[in-house]
């Protein structure tokens, strides 16, 4: 199995001033709606022709996804007379790079994106119209939703998955037999989640029940909101303009988080892991059972008897933060035919299974979730499947507000398992504040 991409991949650093720059460049760039590729080789948005004919085209990454971008198009390249040009940019820096290229109208044809940002670069008009197109494909309704849905705007779909990284609770088989616990029986609910890490915790000999980045808001959103999903619960409203992160729901996840910290169930460093390194403990074989990224499959020491189960919700249930990113054609393309023959493909079944599968990555549809590669691993097909039901929420200034570690989430965090708890409901207003600003 391919190594997965570096644990940093999942600390974003999205700053309110470059947020700004970047989202000023957007409104100027191309006009709010542009959907239509036009010039030489371009069809419009009701178009669904796929062309291979030579033509090169250009394609922009960010580094956190560097490793799949590079297989698919290294595959595709070799197998079409088209050839795509592939250039990847450090991921602190992409938004910036995004924003400026569209201040001048110089996108490259094709470009990727950190799929919570796709709202923001639809509604702005960068990306051509792919609805016609997307609805063609025989498996469009298998398409993993929560990117279809990212990069809808007023019905319109403009973006298809590009990778994906879900988040899921990974849990030590070898030290749930030590404490007592069945390895075949990770926790199904919230509750049991804090009674099997109290449990482990208890062996002691360098051993914690749980771990988490305490001081990293994006990973607060990755790990924490499945929980409240879990429940039924919400974190904000449809148009991602007012917080509901003080609900009763969400207290009860954060009550969970606190008593770890309070008891020392969680290991040492947990308050300020910023996020850097916080996917690092586990492979050591020291933690019970904690949240982690889907990609970090691939990182595990072969030697680790280790299990993967859904996150679960307080008394129930189970859901994911689906990331990664999406893809798209930019509206200024001139080979948007040429184009959609790269995304047509890459969605298909032979680079679905034979390129991503095949290196361990997540498929980005739902009926190939038990594909033969994955088969061969419990925990992958259990990680597919969770593709159908898990939750990407949209919200404009989502970077400023959750994954900005000056931003207000963050604080709410802190409070909440931290500090002063009582804070949490003017926390959440100023949330709300930053979300409709």
Request: aromatic share 8%.
């Amino acid at each position: 199995m391919r190594r997965a991409a570096s644990a940093g991949q999942f600390r974003r650093t999205a700053a309110t001033a470059v947020a700004v720059v970047v989202m000023a460049a957007l409104a100027t760039g191309c006009g709010k709606g542009a959907g239509a590729a036009g010039g030489d080789g371009g069809s419009g948005s009701g178009s669904t022709k796929n062309v291979d004919d030579g033509s090169t085209l250009t394609m922009w990454t960010r580094a956190a996804t560097q490793a799949q971008s590079q297989e698919l198009v290294k595959a595709y390249n070799a197998s079409h007379k088209n050839q795509i040009k592939l250039t990847v940019i450090p991921t602190d820096d992409y938004q910036a790079k995004i924003g400026a290229a569209a201040g001048s109208k110089n996108l490259p044809d094709l470009f990727a994106t950190d799929v919570v940002f796709a709202p923001n670069y639809a509604s702005s008009g960068l990306f051509t119209d792919l609805t016609q197109r997307i609805k063609s494909l025989p498996y469009a309704d298998d398409l993993a939703p929560s990117h279809i849905k990212a990069g809808t705007v007023d019905g319109k779909e403009y973006v298809v998955p590009h990778t994906l990284d879900l988040s899921v609770l990974f849990y030590n088989k070898t030290l749930y037999k030590k404490a007592g616990l069945d390895p075949d029986k990770p926790p199904t609910t919230l509750a049991q989640w804090d009674s099997q890490a109290r449990r482990i915790d208890k062996l002691g000999g360098g051993v914690d029940g749980t771990f988490f980045a305490g001081n990293c808001g994006g990973c607060g959103v990755f790990t924490w909101w499945p929980s409240i999903w879990a429940a039924g619960g919400e974190v904000m409203n449809d148009a991602g303009t007012a917080a509901t992160l003080d609900s009763a729901t969400a207290k009860s996840v954060y009550q969970v988080y606190r008593g770890w910290a309070k008891d020392g169930i969680v290991a040492a460093g947990a308050k300020d892991e910023s996020g850097a390194t916080w996917t690092g403990l586990f492979p050591k074989g020291k933690i019970g059972v904690m949240p982690m990224p889907s990609t970090t499959l691939g990182l595990m020491p072969k030697n680790l008897d280790f299990g993967v189960a859904p996150i679960p919700g307080p008394d129930g249930g189970d859901s994911t933060f689906i990331g990664g990113d999406a893809i798209g054609i930019a509206a200024t393309s001139k080979k948007a035919d040429q184009a959609w023959d790269f995304l047509k493909w890459q969605l298909s079944d032979k680079a679905q299974v034979d390129v991503l599968a095949k290196n361990g990555d997540i498929v980005a549809r739902t009926d190939l979730a038990g594909n033969k590669y994955a088969a061969a691993d419990p925990r992958q097909v259990t990680i597919n499947k969770l593709v159908a039901k898990g939750h990407t929420p949209y919200a404009a200034k989502f970077g400023q507000t959750f994954n900005d570690p000056n931003g207000p989430w963050l604080k709410l965090m802190r409070d909440a398992v931290f500090g002063d708890e009582n804070r949490i409901a003017a926390d959440n207003k100023a949330i709300t504040a930053s979300l409709s600003d």
